[in-house]
């Protein structure tokens, strides 16, 4: 069964369709420049089109001209899913008045009440204040010029690095632990929590680059270089610990012992599939037997040969010796 989208997913459509760059975007900042407001439906979906009333059909090939004369009007514009053509202009939309909105302005306040009630992504232009505003995925966001929006995303990303260096060392601190073998629920919950507000950080500045277009490829370089790598390691220390990713680590007892499987320590094995992995983690139960294991041992594990287990115990030994190591260094 493929994957419900997300709120974020449906908030990302609709800002790559505005995105500096695009030919909506050219279009949306022609109306800001004139000084006039604007009120843009991205979908002529039937569900749309059952609560328009008025205005005129157009069914015309989209241009940023054409979007900026029609702005003139006060009704809002209908465009199709894909934004290639304008379907409808000078309507009046009648959304479901018992859908909540935080908004006071009339234009804002439809805006947001055909976004939720029909989800489809909805534009807003502030006449007064020139303000853009898009709705999708039941979240408002307010767009930036690009020269604001870098500089914001460049604060998080260095917020990022600094959160990065903080989840390094639990980490760190959390692998001598475990080879130690006295790993505690605080102890995990120290890199979940961690890794967690490093996860919303990355999602903010990927939300930015969507919304910067063209002028983000820098910044996603550097995104990718800090992040990528840090969340395969975190999904690895989720699933080490199994019993405890489906427990509120808050509402458990801190001194609680925890013993991983080994996921982690086996990930690092050179040519060792996630499969072999597994059955690997399955076999010993936990870390600690894993280390105490011989490489006949480990090729006793259905599906791994001799030459494998002993790139395993070998892998593993050096993994100890390295992090006793790094403790008197």
């Known amino acids: 069964m493929p994957a419900q989208p997300t709120p974020n997913d449906a908030l990302h459509r609709a800002l790559a369709q505005v995105a500096p760059g695009t030919a909506l975007r050219d279009g949306i900042d022609r109306v800001v420049r004139a000084n006039m407001g604007a009120l843009l439906v991205l979908s002529d979906d039937p569900r749309v089109l059952a609560i328009c009333s008025g205005g005129f059909l157009l069914d015309a090939e989209y241009t940023p001209q054409r979007l900026s004369e029609l702005a003139k009007m ?4 209908i465009l199709t899913t894909d934004g290639t053509r304008i379907a409808r202009a000078n309507v009046h939309l009648v959304p479901d008045p018992t859908a909540p909105t935080s908004e006071t302005g009339t234009r804002h306040r439809t805006a947001e009440r055909v976004a939720l009630s029909l989800s489809v992504p ?5 006449e007064e204040m020139s303000v853009i505003n898009v709705y999708a995925g039941g979240i408002r966001r307010q767009l930036n010029d690009v020269a604001r929006l870098l500089d914001r995303s460049n604060q998080a990303l260095q917020t ?28 995990v919950a120290a890199v979940v929590q961690r890794g967690e507000m490093v996860r919303q950080i990355a999602a903010e500045i990927e939300t930015m680059i969507v919304e910067l277009g063209v002028d983000a490829r820098l910044l996603r370089l550097q995104l990718e270089e800090v992040f990528t790598s840090l969340d395969n390691e975190l999904e690895l220390v989720i699933a080490d610990y199994p019993t405890l990713a489906h427990s509120a680590l808050s509402s458990l007892d801190g001194d609680l012992p925890a013993s991983p499987k080994g996921l982690r320590m086996l990930a690092r094995v050179p040519r060792l599939s996630d499969d072999q992995a597994e059955a690997i983690a399955e076999h010993f ?29 070998e892998t593993l030994e050096r993994l100890t010796e390295s992090t006793i190591l790094d403790q008197y260094i």
């Open 122 to 126: 909805v534009v807003s232009v502030s």
């Open 74 to 77: 006060d009704g809002a514009i």
């Open 285 to 313: 139960g936990e870390l600690a037997k894993l280390l105490r294991a011989t490489s006949a041992d480990i090729a006793r594990v259905p599906g791994i040969s001799a030459k494998a287990a002993h790139a395993v115990k």
């Open 160 to 187: 990022l690095e600094r959160y990065k260096t903080k989840l390094d060392d639990a980490t760190s601190a959390l692998t001598s632990l475990e080879i130690e073998d006295v790993v505690t629920v605080r102890d």
